[in-house]
């Protein structure tokens, strides 16, 4: 199994929340999967990362991919692990542990997506985040499908589109909400290390994938990275799961030079900071959290079969076609057409 990923900064894995979400999740869960620092999500069934290759075929979307993980076998360990009646123990916190994911997702999604995506303050810098990681021209439309996807968002959840003028969008009660949920969750990490205990499970991962993003990515209005500032518990969660678990494959564009000659992602040896080599000979306390596993984070050597030379120029004279056809299309205007018949 091979997952493609965007390419992290700021010191992160990666720029894209879902991406580290599902990084993180690997992590947690010691799973023997390559993953791909340089994925192009035009070659994803769903236009974005991440994706996976299992068997010969494309799995797209964080929850698609952990469908497969699960079935087959792998993901973070829980405290029904260690239970006597591991049935009633494991359906009990695998109901907790959904509850958990759809408070946070319903509370700090929408303002989360919005503040990247939807302010208008704010799009152009993530617009730029995102095209620096796609090869172009794809960089030029592909950042436009999370545009799309926040705009349904506040479509259907308070009514205005993106393209409104400012003074519609209102996004006081998505602030809220997702202040809200912050301060909860910093309330959870005061009582203990994770978010259910001493184990990191799945509600880490996604915390650590939402979390991460704000805090990093320096946006002209970012509300919640302020609010986030002012929760110590919320900053030393992201810098002790970064620390611990990525230490190698946190990324930096201006410290990259001098570390992977191009710009690529560090950390290019087949081990990861679990694996049982590396544990052994790390220090301090947090780093004997490390479980031995065969995870492979590299730089993208090994391309997509369906993302090659030949490929890539094929969708590139496609992309052309496309917009000649969009061109020719707009200029068919009403207008045009009656000063057409005219002459």
Same mark, same amino acid.
């Given at each position: 199994m091979e997952i493609f990923v965007y390419r992290g900064e700021w010191?992160?894995?990666? @720029?894209?929340?879902?991406?580290?979400?599902?990084l993180a999740y690997l992590k947690f869960s010691g799973a023997k999967v390559t993953v791909n620092f340089n994925g192009n999500p035009f070659s994803s069934p769903n236009g974005m990362l991440p994706y996976m290759i299992a068997d010969g075929k494309k799995?797209? $979307?964080?929850?698609?991919?952990? /469908?497969?993980?699960?079935?087959? $076998? @792998?993901g973070p360990p829980t405290a029904a692990d260690r239970a006597e009646?591991?049935?009633?123990?494991s359906s009990q916190?695998?109901?907790?542990?959904?509850?958990?994911?759809?408070? #946070?997702?319903?509370?700090?999604h929408p303002y989360f997506m919005y503040m990247l995506w939807g302010d208008p303050k704010n799009v152009d810098t993530t617009r730029t985040v995102y095209a620096k990681r796609i090869p172009i021209p794809f960089n030029f439309y592909c950042p436009r499908k999370y545009v799309l996807r926040t705009n349904d968002i506040t479509q259907s959840l308070v009514g205005f589109s993106l393209e409104d003028s400012i003074e519609f969008h209102d996004v006081a009660e998505f602030q809220h909400n997702a202040k809200t949920c912050l301060n909860w969750v910093a309330a959870r990490l005061e009582e203990s290390r994770w978010f259910t205990g001493d184990r990191p499970t799945e509600v880490d991962a996604l915390l650590y994938g939402y979390l991460s993003v704000l805090l990093k990515l320096t946006l002209p209005n970012n509300v919640l990275q302020n609010h986030i500032r002012q929760c110590p518990k919320l900053m030393q969660f992201v810098d002790r799961t970064t620390a611990t678990?990525?230490?190698? /494959? $946190?990324?930096?564009?201006?410290?990259?030079? $001098?570390?992977?000659?191009?710009g690529q992602q560090k950390g290019t040896s087949t081990g990861s900071p679990n694996d049982t080599s590396s544990s052994s000979s790390a220090s301090g306390g947090e780093r004997s959290e490390k479980s031995g596993n065969d995870t492979t984070f590299h730089t993208g050597q090994q391309q997509d079969p369906d993302d090659g030379p030949?490929?890539?120029?094929?969708?590139?004279?496609?992309?052309?076609?496309? /917009? #000649?056809?969009?061109?020719?299309y707009n200029m068919t205007t009403p207008e045009t057409m009656m000063m057409m018949i005219i002459k």
């Amino acid at each position: 199994m091979e997952i493609f990923v965007y390419r992290g900064e700021w010191g992160l894995p990666s @720029i894209d929340y879902e991406c580290s979400r599902l990084l993180a999740y690997l992590k947690f869960s010691g799973a023997k999967v390559t993953v791909n620092f340089n994925g192009n999500p035009f070659s994803s069934p769903n236009g974005m990362l991440p994706y996976m290759i299992a068997d010969g075929k494309k799995i797209a $979307g964080y929850g698609r991919i952990v /469908e497969h993980l699960v079935a087959a $076998g @792998i993901g973070p360990p829980t405290a029904a692990d260690r239970a006597e009646n591991v049935a009633d123990e494991s359906s009990q916190h695998a109901t907790q542990i959904n509850g958990y994911m759809q408070y #946070v997702q319903e509370n700090l999604h929408p303002y989360f997506m919005y503040m990247l995506w939807g302010d208008p303050k704010n799009v152009d810098t993530t617009r730029t985040v995102y095209a620096k990681r796609i090869p172009i021209p794809f960089n030029f439309y592909c950042p436009r499908k999370y545009v799309l996807r926040t705009n349904d968002i506040t479509q259907s959840l308070v009514g205005f589109s993106l393209e409104d003028s400012i003074e519609f969008h209102d996004v006081a009660e998505f602030q809220h909400n997702a202040k809200t949920c912050l301060n909860w969750v910093a309330a959870r990490l005061e009582e203990s290390r994770w978010f259910t205990g001493d184990r990191p499970t799945e509600v880490d991962a996604l915390l650590y994938g939402y979390l991460s993003v704000l805090l990093k990515l320096t946006l002209p209005n970012n509300v919640l990275q302020n609010h986030i500032r002012q929760c110590p518990k919320l900053m030393q969660f992201v810098d002790r799961t970064t620390a611990t678990y990525f230490a190698k /494959e $946190g990324f930096n564009s201006f410290t990259a030079s $001098g570390h992977a000659g191009n710009g690529q992602q560090k950390g290019t040896s087949t081990g990861s900071p679990n694996d049982t080599s590396s544990s052994s000979s790390a220090s301090g306390g947090e780093r004997s959290e490390k479980s031995g596993n065969d995870t492979t984070f590299h730089t993208g050597q090994q391309q997509d079969p369906d993302d090659g030379p030949k490929e890539r120029r094929k969708r590139y004279i496609l992309c052309l076609v496309i /917009e #000649v056809t969009v061109i020719s299309y707009n200029m068919t205007t009403p207008e045009t057409m009656m000063m057409m018949i005219i002459k």
